[in-house]
């Protein structure tokens, strides 16, 4: 069993940063590949960005690439996701998952966080 807790959410401007964490706690999450979605409103969960259980590789959504960076402390047991020059329509319920291999199927993860929520004004 993995629980996770993201944080960081908030309220940002257009063009701001932000920056989530994503702390998981029971087994060892180096096992596990890590990944943060999002789901707006009267939309469906969308893959954000993934990292493999090492942290060698990762997988962006084509919609945030060259903005956001994800990144994981193993020793720490938290993944983290650096959002810079958001956009309002980066305004959602940002999730944090964890699955045996990166996938941007939503149903194939394993655990999900609670979700914190992000809204960028314009």
């Known amino acids: 069993q993995v629980r996770l807790a993201e944080s960081g959410g908030g309220l940002v401007q257009a063009g701001g940063s932000l920056s989530l964490s994503c702390a998981a706690s029971g087994r060892t999450i180096s096992t596990y590949a890590m990944a943060w979605f999002r789901q707006a409103p009267g939309k469906e969960r969308e893959f954000v960005v993934g990292?493999?259980?090492?942290?060698?590789?990762?997988a962006y959504g084509n919609s945030v690439k060259g903005r956001f960076t994800i990144s994981r402390d193993n020793a720490k047991s938290t993944v983290y996701l650096q959002m810079n020059s958001l956009k309002p329509e980066d305004t959602a319920v940002y999730y944090c998952?964890?699955?045996?291999?990166?996938?941007?199927?939503?149903?194939?993860?394993?655990?999900w966080g609670q979700g914190t929520q992000v809204t960028v004004s314009s």
């Open positions: 990292i493999s259980g090492s942290g060698r590789n990762t």
């Open positions: 998952a964890a699955a045996g291999t990166v996938t941007l199927t939503a149903t194939r993860y394993d655990y």
